[in-house]
């Protein structure tokens, strides 16, 4: 009788994205990444480290340097770990740390930690009897490398993704882009979307309510050549209805070349420059829809947090949006730098943004408890191998 109510629970809580109650041992695991500073593969790894640690697991979020933008996003029972913020300094503590503190996996986050913890784990070997076992990932493409360490991580994978465990891709065209171009090691590599913290999205209650907001249009992002906003403004000037509003959340380099061209095409009176925030729930309560203009994005955290907000999303068609939007099934793609197209689908969109209750549907299979689900089953993986 106990084993069919067991088998009951574990149904349930699968369909529903929780936890599992599987009894998988309690882990010793640690979260690396430069830090916590603004952006997508940031808040990945605060969301990750915390559902770690609530699946009852001993989490240390390893650090190079503080940062406070995605602080609210770590959970009070994760181990916090600071090394020295100079590539050199981090490299020789993490290697310390390693052998101190003999967690039996580190996952790092981004292509230059990837670099940083293998020659870490090598120093640590030298020294000491080491068991802990890497799992490396990826979050975007050799395009959007930055820094030169960043960048090297491509060329290196070859090497990388042979000496480590696993390492993680979060999509399929990140793994395709990863084994293709640079030779990664197919047999090594897997893919796992990012953790969204869905749970913190305040949806919109229905259609309805959907369709009588005003008609804003947002997007969230940093201001750089990779979001392709020059498109966006473009499109949104060619929209015939004089009451639609631009908000744009986000700072970065190009600003003031965003801010002339929107001046230049008569639209910088409509066009809201939010600014980066911290929280971004917020931003989607009063939008009608959501628009995704970048020229190449791995995965986008901020196109699941529409979805989860009930809102309709127009998307470039390329790797990650893609992939989150089922190929055109939950929101609406374009091509790549199209401004036309970009324009036609968000007129069309705002006229009719739909039924919310699909999209927040496919952004819950984004929930972090799946995802860290995922996770958890790649590192008892690795640990039985």
């Known amino acids: 009788m106990h084993s069919i109510i067991d088998q009951r629970s574990l149904l349930a809580s699968l369909a529903s994205g929780a936890p599992s109650p599987q009894r998988n041992p309690r882990r010793r695991l640690a979260v690396y990444l430069p830090a916590l500073v603004g952006g997508g593969a940031e808040r990945v790894a605060a969301v990750l480290a915390s559902n770690l640690s609530e699946a009852g697991h001993d989490v240390t979020l390893v650090t190079d340097f503080d940062a406070p933008h995605n602080e609210k996003f770590v959970d009070a029972g994760v181990d916090r770990v600071t090394l020295a913020g100079a590539h050199g300094r981090d490299v020789l503590r993490l290697a310390g740390f390693i052998k101190e503190a003999q967690p039996e996996i580190v996952l790092a986050i981004g292509a230059a930690t990837n670099i940083k913890l293998v020659l870490a784990h090598m120093l640590a070997r030298l020294t000491s009897r080491v068991r802990t076992r890497l799992v490396l990932s990826y979050h975007g493409s050799s395009d959007c490398g930055t820094g030169r360490l960043g ?28 084994v293709r171009k640079w030779k990664a090691d197919r047999r090594q590599v897997v893919r796992i979307y990012n953790p969204i ?6 949806p919109v209650a229905a259609a309805e309510a959907l369709a009588v907001r005003p008609p804003i249009i947002l997007t969230l992002g940093r201001l750089c050549a990779q979001k392709d906003y020059p498109t966006l403004i473009r499109a949104f000037a060619m929209l015939r209805r004089a009451d639609a509003r631009l908000a744009i959340c986000g700072e970065g380099p190009d600003r003031p070349g965003l801010e002339l061209l929107a001046r230049q095409l008569g639209v910088a009176d409509r066009i809201d420059w939010c600014g980066y925030i911290h929280e971004p729930w917020s931003a989607y309560e009063t939008a009608r829809c959501f628009v995704s203009s970048s020229r190449s994005e791995s995965f986008g955290n901020v196109v699941v947090e529409a979805l ?34 970009l324009s036609l689908a968000i007129a069309e969109t705002l006229d009719q943004p739909g039924d919310p209750a699909p999209r927040m549907a496919r952004a819950r299979e984004f929930s972090a408890p799946r995802i860290t689900n995922r996770y958890i089953a790649m590192f008892e993986e690795v640990l039985s191998s």
């Open 151 to 178: 960048w090297s991580g491509y060329p290196l994978a070859a090497l990388l993704t042979r000496y480590a465990h696993r390492t993680v891709c979060v999509s399929d065209e990140l793994v395709d882009h990863l």
């Open 197 to 202: 913290a869905t749970d913190r999205a305040k």
């Open 308 to 341: 989860a907000s009930g809102l309709p999303v127009v998307a470039t068609a390329c790797g990650g949006p893609s992939e989150i939007l089922g190929g055109g099934r939950y929101g609406r793609l374009v091509p790549i730098g199209d401004a036309e197209a």
